[in-house]
């Protein structure tokens, strides 16, 4: 059980102060140059318009924080330059507890192994700024796993009872149903997803593996793991990530990896050994993140004992999935270690390309820059986009899910990146577009048609822009895309353009300032508009 981390991190440690890029063989460390508004409470989160939510510990009562600090890239896509904001404080304080965006673009969480929020969840619609309460999850959640399924509800882990059990969310009808129980324990686990869209881990303590299979709705026996995860005495483990090789690729706290190779279907897979971590270091509870460039950034620290369940300091490393080898790499605060327990700190993937780094009671966030070039192999592929009467685009293509989820961390945080991200270029400024209702939350789709809607910030003026679609951090090639801003033809917001539309329309025909019958924003109401209503008669897709 990890201590909730309250403090100020010493100034000579974190200070920016005239600090410059700190550069190894590997990639570049550069700090935010802009401080939050608050300390780090450890969870990140990527909206889909291309923001980043920071939890931190403002907020609340108990010191434990229900605010979210709001990173927002510059006018030229730099997240390092970004601007800081804050959003509306969730209904209850929270540390270490299960989150997932959700395929509509709203944001999960559920759970707190310490705050108000045990047996609580919330939604966060990021639209109108505000939270929602869930339905109890059938069960106290605490640092409990969660996953998405493929028709987009939560995957629950329930930290209660025989801690196997299970629930899932239904986020269109704000429900809760019983799910089915694990074979083995599933507190402290790391759940990862394979491309068939089954959900595995390793049991608690145990060298048994299982999986979920979406068809079956149940939980199966796997492969033996040829090594131990978990140390012995805060029964802990690390990530999991899935590698540009197909293979699934585990950190345990004792220093042991371990490579799990799929079979693609329900038969069980293998289970190799993978290179240890060096140093006597193992990942109690640590973070990880398979790159752009599909190498595996991870944090470790010396193997736990009896009497340290989290020791200091912790290192930084990079893993090559093509050599099973791990790198040693600069501590982003310079030197090569950072004194402090490797559950402290956070990582998330960006859009650009680079990782996200956050530090648990520190306002100092920092990013990180792989050397190499983006993998070729996790390229979305852009085949078109359309525009519907009722204000919005869709996006088809293939891959727009990525090869893996993005960063891992186990049982505390979720921070899953894998989904589209739509970012606009005109010369040296950049946009970002907000992607909603996905078609997929997989991984490794291959050829499977992925699509998503998208709609353009009011910000955004009318112009020619070289459009890409992100995940993971790996984007497309680029394409046209021609913006002219309209307003929508469902002028009373039912869904469908039809006879009452044309009426509201007509109702405001003539000069007009400002007004929804002005779809083609003239301010003039006129036959151009009425087209439009015309044009796009019929439901909203």
Known sequence: MK???????????????????????????????????????GGLILLSDGSVLCKSYSGGTDGLGNIWNKLTPDIHGSYANGTWSSIA?????????????????????????????LAKGEVYNPLTNTWTATPSPLGNVSDGNSELMPDGRVMQALVAGTLKGTSIYNPKTNTYVAGPTCKGIHNESAWMKLPDNSILFVDRLATASERYIPLRNAWYVDGVVPVALYDAYGYETGGAVLLPNGKAFFIGSTGKT??????????????????????????????????????????????????????????????????????????????????????????????????????????????????????????????????????????????????????????????????????????????????????SCGVSTGNMVTTTNFTIPASVPAGTYSMVVTANGI???????????????????????????????????????????????????????????????????
């Open 3 to 41: 201590l909730p981390i309250q403090h100020f991190v010493t100034a000579c440690m974190l200070t920016v102060a005239g600090m410059t890029a700190q550069s190894n063989a590997v990639g570049t460390w550069i700090p935010v140059t802009a401080t939050a508004p608050g300390q780090s409470g």
């Open 89 to 117: 404080p969730m209904i209850d304080t929270r540390l270490y507890f299960s989150s997932q965006l959700l395929m509509d673009g709203r944001l999960y969480v559920a759970g707190g192994e310490y705050g108000t929020g």
């Open 258 to 439: 371990a490579l799990y190779t799929p079979t693609g279907t329900e038969t069980k897979g293998t289970w190799a050994a993978g290179a240890v971590v060096p140093g006597s270091n193992g990942a109690p509870d640590a973070p990880m993140a398979m790159m752009s460039d599909g190498k595996v950034l991870h944090l470790a620290s010396p193997i736990p004992t009896s009497a340290n369940h989290f020791p200091t300091p912790t290192t930084f490393y990079e893993y090559d999935y093509l050599t099973n080898t791990h790198t040693q790499i600069s501590a982003p605060t310079g030197g090569t270690s950072i004194n402090d327990s490797c559950y402290v700190f956070t990582l998330l993937d960006l859009p650009d390309g680079n990782v996200l780094f956050a530090y648990q009671g520190s306002s100092q966030y920092y990013i990180y820059r792989p050397s190499g070039a983006p993998l070729a192999a996790g390229k979305p592929v852009i085949s078109y986009y359309s525009q519907d009467g009722c204000g919005k685009y869709t996006l088809t293509g293939t891959k727009f899910n990525g090869i893996s989820e993005g960063a891992s961390y186990g049982d505390d945080w979720q921070m899953n990146t894998n989904y589209p991200i739509i970012r606009l270029s005109s010369g040296t400024n950049v946009y970002y577009a907000r992607t909603y209702n996905w078609n």
């Open 475 to 541: 984007a497309s090639d680029a394409i046209s895309f021609d913006y002219t801003p309209t307003r929508s033809a469902d002028l009373d917001g039912d869904n469908v353009v039809d006879s009452s539309d044309m009426s509201l329309a007509l109702l405001d025909f003539g000069p007009c300032t400002n007004c929804s019958a002005d779809i083609d924003m003239d301010n003039m109401v006129d036959s151009s508009d009425l087209s439009l209503v015309l044009l796009n008669e019929g439901a909203c897709q």
